[in-house]
């Protein structure tokens, strides 16, 4: 069986938190790129260096060449810059967007049938361009963001509780941090809902809705504690979650932006919904029934996402 091929486009934070969890657990090789040289290359040999004590076979390089992704199985891309102090959303959107088209061109020539999974913010619109730009089929370009959101809620929720993160189950939905739609109904520890804990008077519904709120806030949170630069162990967890679910058929139930065609009632975006993931991509998007609350919090995540791409495209009218 040939080796699997993992791109990762941009060797920043997450970009190295990345490549060292996917060599870690020999996922595949790894092919780091960035357009800073040097430093692809660096973290390429620095993380190499660690096989012979980890054990890891994984081959891993560092390049400025996008003829270096060719077949790749895998891409996961971090390209982008980080919200500045004093810069505003559609600077940003302008910026990332310029990125992730060149980003999108590159992965279009030479890996056409990976499995794309984007990080760069803003997310869900990042995640629409770099499938519209690069033509790849929709079940095969996805966004991480749902799995980071519910990995805080659900760490959060187990120290609430005072149990074992692996007996938090959590739900989310919508867009990443404001827009995130956290479900409470399909939220649970050791199976039993939240509703129904609250009831037994494990916890308040106070308690669970200051929860739901710093995990909105969650992404903040992390900033303002570091200063320079946002989270990226966690997202880097989440992303190769998804590339293993991929890579080894797994067919794990996981919340990603995904591409709607009429799925939820909405059509030609992407949103964070619940998600198969298998060999073949995004194999289903799991429709859950929503109450009036959920639906009107997920339609409003659907409308920021439609205004995010209203502006891509007014900013490159090409999309
Ligand atoms: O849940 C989520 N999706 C979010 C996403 C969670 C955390 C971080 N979120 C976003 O991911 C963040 O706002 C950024 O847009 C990306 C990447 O975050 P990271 O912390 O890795 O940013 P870095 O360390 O600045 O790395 C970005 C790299 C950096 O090395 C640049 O040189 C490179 O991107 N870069 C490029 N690479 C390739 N091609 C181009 N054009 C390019 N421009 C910059």
């Known amino acids: 069986m040939s080796r699997k091929k993992i791109a990762l486009i941009g060797a920043g934070n997450i970009g190295g938190a990345l490549a060292h969890l996917a060599s870690l657990k020999e996922l595949g090789d790894v092919v780091l790129f960035d ?9 390429a040999l620095d993380l190499a260096q660690a096989g012979p004590i980890s054990g890891s076979d994984s081959r891993l390089c560092g390049t400025q060449e996008y003829s270096a992704i060719e077949g790749a199985d895998v891409v996961i891309v971090t390209a982008g810059v980080p919200r500045q102090p004093g810069m505003s959303r559609d600077d940003l959107l302008s910026v990332n967007l310029g990125i992730t088209s060149k980003v999108a061109d590159g992965i279009g020539q030479y890996a056409p049938n990976a499995f ?11 995640v629409w361009a770099l499938q519209k730009r690069s033509g790849l089929p929709t079940h095969r370009v996805v966004g991480m963001a749902g799995v980071l959101d519910t990995a805080r809620f659900r760490l959060f929720l187990a120290e609430e509780f005072k149990v074992s993160v692996q007996d938090v189950a959590a739900f ?16 649970s520890v050791a199976g039993v809902p939240l509703p129904e804990a ?14 739901v709120d710093r995990t909105r806030k969650g992404g903040g949170e992390i900033v303002s504690l570091l200063k320079t630069g946002s989270a990226f162990y966690a997202p880097a967890t989440a992303a190769i979650e998804m590339a293993e679910s991929h890579l080894k058929d797994k067919r794990r139930v996981l ?9 939820y009632g909405v059509d030609g975006v992407y949103a964070g919904v619940p998600v198969v993931i ?10 859950i029934e929503l109450d009036a609350e959920e639906r ?3 339609e409003k995540s659907v409308a920021s996402v439609r205004g995010l791409i209203e502006a891509a495209k007014r900013i490159d009218p090409s999309y």
């Open 116 to 126: 794309v999974i984007c990080i760069t913010n803003p997310l869900d619109a990042m």
């Open 278 to 287: 298998g060999e073949k991509g995004v194999e289903r998007v799991l429709e």
């Open 198 to 211: 609250i009831r037994l008077g494990w916890t308040t519904k106070e308690r669970i809705d200051a929860i």
């Open 296 to 298: 009107a919090m997920f």
């Open 255 to 263: 919340p990603c932006a995904a591409y709607l065609s009429n799925q």
């Open 172 to 187: 989310v939905l919508g867009g990443h941090g404001d827009d995130m739609v956290p479900s409470i109904r399909y939220s």
């Open 35 to 43: 357009i800073v040289a040097g430093v692809p290359q660096g973290k």
